[in-house]
């Protein structure tokens, strides 16, 4: 199986001083994520990090990657409380569990609720004092707006009854907690707005588009869209998602920040890339059936403020992290089969 996860990970070690977490108590929720999965590998596989005590929650036990002896699983319902209050205290935490799938989301809105919110507040309780807090939060805290990019000084205009509110309301809660950890507590908290990490990593099954996109390619050899595939969307390499969670973690000095990339595309010419690349055949319908009702026409971030602290020009282009992701998935699936 190709080690695009580590190979990617050597990538991130090179540019950034990983010495903060040495000897250091860290967890990482939504482990089995694709953000929470390469998180973990970067910092796993390199001397500070395999000095540093590393707790990795999932709910099912199950990697998509093999992760490196120096992370410990730990399986365990979230939405628990009293799971959640036999956790010890941690240096670093980064709360990437969420729910961030549409399809997740919109079919367990109370859970969804419970990890961004009551979780949220449960967790800031588990820090050390001197300890740096990380919220993985969403660009979806700006749906409603209609000008695009977007930047950190906005919020979203939808209503509480809007079809994805647990998910839009529940993070809006938990970056309202982040700030108050930060603001009243005197923690190192901060709140990243991400938007469409993608690449290598991703579980099977993986609802969002893109992925979606590449499992009808590699199977059928047909991509079929669900509506008219109109809307834009900016994606970003999800090695590239990490170095700006790291950079923001460890040289941040504000409470939120976007995370995200420059390919901007359509929905449909980013099926009909994926069919170039794969070989596979596009099929869009005429009218729109969409699934995900609420989705937003645009998703793109202004990334002002993160370039302030993260270097931006070597982010991977939209087709070649592409590739990376199909020749992972295609050497996934030989292993499997």
């Known amino acids: 199986m190709i080690?695009?996860?580590?190979?990617?990970?050597?990538?991130?070690q090179d540019r950034t001083d990983l010495s903060?977490?040495?000897?250091?108590?860290?967890?990482?929720?939504?482990?089995?994520?694709?953000?929470?999965?390469?998180?973990?590998?970067?910092?796993?596989?390199?001397?500070?990090?395999k000095s540093a005590e590393i707790h990795a929650i999932t709910k099912s036990g199950k990697f998509p990657v093999e992760l490196s002896d120096a992370v410990k699983p730990l399986v365990m319902d979230l939405t628990d409380p009293v799971e959640v209050s036999r956790l010890g205290q941690y240096d670093f935490i980064l709360h990437a569990a969420g729910y961030g799938q549409p399809g997740k989301f919109l079919h367990a809105p109370l859970k969804t609720m419970e990890l961004n919110v009551g979780l949220?507040?449960?967790?800031?309780?588990?820090?050390?004092?001197?300890?740096?807090?990380?919220?993985?939060?969403?660009?979806?805290?700006?749906?409603?707006?209609?000008?695009?990019?977007?930047?950190?000084?906005?919020?979203?205009?939808?209503?509480?009854?809007?079809?994805?509110?647990?998910y839009i309301e529940g993070k809006r809660s938990g970056e309202a907690i982040v700030a108050i950890a930060k603001r009243e507590l005197g923690l190192d908290a901060k709140s990243l707005r991400l938007a469409l990490a993608y690449g290598p990593g991703t579980k099977d099954g993986d609802e969002r588009v893109l992925n979606t996109f590449v499992e009808q390619a590699l199977h059928s050899k047909s991509i079929k869209l669900r509506?008219?595939?109109?809307?834009?969307?900016?994606?970003?390499?999800?090695?590239?998602?990490?170095?700006?969670?790291?950079d923001a973690a460890l040289h941040g000095d504000s409470d939120i920040y976007n995370i995200g990339g420059k390919s901007r595309i359509q929905i449909k010419e980013l099926a009909r890339l994926i069919g170039k690349l794969t070989g596979a055949t596009v099929e869009?319908?005429?009218?729109?059936?969409?699934?995900?009702?609420?989705?937003?026409?645009?998703?793109?971030l202004d990334l002002s403020k993160i370039e302030q602290i993260s270097n931006l020009e070597h982010l991977v282009t939209l087709e070649d992290g592409i590739e990376r992701t199909i020749s992972w998935r295609k050497s996934a699936l030989q292993v499997k089969n």
């Not at 050390?128 to 807090?133: A, L, Q, S, V």
């Open 3 to 12: 080690d695009q996860v580590g190979i990617d990970a050597r990538t991130v």
């Open 20 to 49: 903060f977490f040495k000897h250091k108590r860290i967890l990482v929720t939504g482990a089995s994520g694709i953000i929470g999965t390469n998180f973990l590998t970067v910092l796993a596989s390199q001397s500070q990090g």
């Open 120 to 166: 949220t507040a449960s967790l800031i309780e588990k820090m050390n004092p001197n300890g740096t807090f990380v919220f993985i939060s969403t660009s979806e805290i700006y749906s409603g707006l209609t000008e695009p990019p977007f930047n950190e000084d906005q919020v979203g205009t939808t209503n509480t009854n809007h079809p994805r509110a647990s």
């Open 227 to 246: 509506d008219s595939g109109d809307a834009w969307r900016t994606y970003c390499y999800v090695s590239d998602a990490v170095q700006m969670i790291l």
């Open 284 to 300: 869009i319908p005429e009218g729109t059936n969409s699934p995900f009702v609420g989705a937003p026409d645009d998703v793109w």
